[in-house]
């Protein structure tokens, strides 16, 4: 891991407070709406934490609800692999998985916006040497990541979302 190249920052106290999850709930919401509304021309940039002032690349991925079985779509950082899409399912380092992350574990089947383009895919969690591979190329996309392994007990999964054929 590529942590002792990161500075890691101390876990935020009261990150795991259930009031947290209702605020990334409402934000990304408000996300999903803006990105769709302009076309990715606004929302398609994360500018907090390591990604300050600058921003990274995000995208919208639509999944389906294991347990409503309706299209549910969320904002995330990404980075591409070739023909691929890799999305992580840190949460800011809350202590479970995130429901988009449980949503494709149950329906692989999903679609991905990246500014006005979409396509779908089909999601598979890294094997644990894909994830090895994948995962200084995260850190280096987006420190926190570093950061938020350090701030849960569980394995963050690194998801390779694949082109459909």
Known sequence: MTTDIVKIKPKPEGLDKPYVG???????????????WT????????RVGSAFP???????????????????TTPLVFIEDGDNVIVVGSQGGRPKDPLWYRNLVATPQCEVQ????????????????ERAALWPKLVA??????SYATWTDRIIPVVILEPAG
């Open 141 to 146: 996309h987006y420190p926190d990541f570093a």
């Open 22 to 36: 209702k605020i990334i709930k409402t934000m990304s919401k408000v996300n999903v709406a803006i990105y769709r």
């Open 114 to 129: 990246i500014k006005r383009s979409k396509k779908k895919t089909k999601a598979r969690t890294a094997s644990p040497e």
């Open 39 to 46: 076309g990715g021309l606004l929302g398609s940039k994360w």
């Open 54 to 72: 600058w921003g990274i690349p995000v995208l919208l991925l639509t999944t389906i609800g294991r347990k409503s079985g309706q299209p549910r």
